[in-house]
C-alpha cells in the first residue's frame, strides 16, 4: 500500500474526529514512518488489521475532506501568501535599487513577516 | 434566547456534518432571520421543538470547534490579511510620495489584490 502524504495534513485538520486509536495508526504510519510490520509488531495485532484500521481512517478523513473542502481553502490561503511574499520581495529590492524609503522598506519587511508567519501557523 | 452570529460563520465551516434539517433551521434562523415562530409555523412543528433542535445544532458546531479549531485558525489568516493590506497601502501612499516606481506601485497594488480575494474566499 502506497503512502499518501496528504494523509498528515488531513490528519492534522480532522484528527481529532477519529478515535485514539486511529489517530495513533494514523501517526505511526504517517509522521513517524514506522511499517506496517512494526506497528503490528509493537500493537499486538496482525499486519492486515493495522492495514484496515489505516484503510478506514484514511478513508474517514477523505469523507471529511470531500464534505467540508476545509484544507483546499487552506491551501488556497497558502499559495496566496506565497504570492505576497514574492510580491514584498520585489518591493524591498525595488526600494533598495531607486527609492531607499525606509517607510516603504519596513512595510515590505512586515508584509513578509506577517505573511511567513501565517504560513508556519 | 439570544442569536448568536459567530454560529453562521460555524455552519459555514462545519455545517456538511449536520443533518439536512439541522443546516435548515440554522439557516432559516441566523442566516434568513427568521424568528422561532415564523419556522414552527413553516414546518408545522412547535416552537419549542424549533428552539430544541436549533441549541443541538449550536451545541454540535460549537463542540467540532472546540476539537478542530478550524474557525479560529482562519480567524487568525483574516487578522493576519488585514494587516498585510494596511503595509500594502502604506508602500504604496510612500511610492506615490517619494518614488513613483511603477515595480512598487504594481508590487503593492498585487498583494493589496491577492489579500483582498483570498479575504472574500
Redesign the interface.
Known amino acids: 500500500m502506497a503512502k499518501d502524504f496528504s494523509i498528515s495534513m488531513l490528519l492534522d485538520?480532522?484528527g481529532?474526529?477519529l478515535t485514539q486509536k486511529q489517530r495513533d495508526f494514523l501517526e505511526y504510519y504517517y509522521n513517524d514512518d514506522l511499517s506496517l510490520a512494526e506497528i503490528s509488531a509493537n500493537e499486538g495485532i496482525t499486519r492486515q488489521g493495522v492495514r484496515d484500521a489505516i484503510k478506514r481512517a484514511e478513508t474517514q478523513l477523505r469523507l471529511?475532506e470531500n464534505?467540508?473542502s476545509?484544507l483546499q481553502?487552506?491551501d488556497?490561503?497558502r499559495e496566496?501568501?506565497t504570492?505576497?511574499i514574492n510580491?514584498?520581495k520585489?518591493?524591498h529590492e525595488?526600494?533598495l535599487r531607486?527609492?531607499l524609503?525606509t517607510?516603504?522598506n519596513e512595510?515590505?519587511a512586515?508584509?513578509t513577516a506577517?505573511?511567513e508567519?501565517?504560513l508556519d501557523?
Chains 1, 2 share one sequence.
Open positions: 485538520f480532522y481529532e474526529l471529511l464534505r467540508l476545509l481553502r487552506f488556497d490561503m496566496g501568501l504570492r505576497i510580491c514584498a520585489i518591493v525595488q526600494n531607486c527609492g524609503s517607510e516603504i512595510a515590505a512586515q508584509i506577517t505573511a508567519t501565517l501557523d
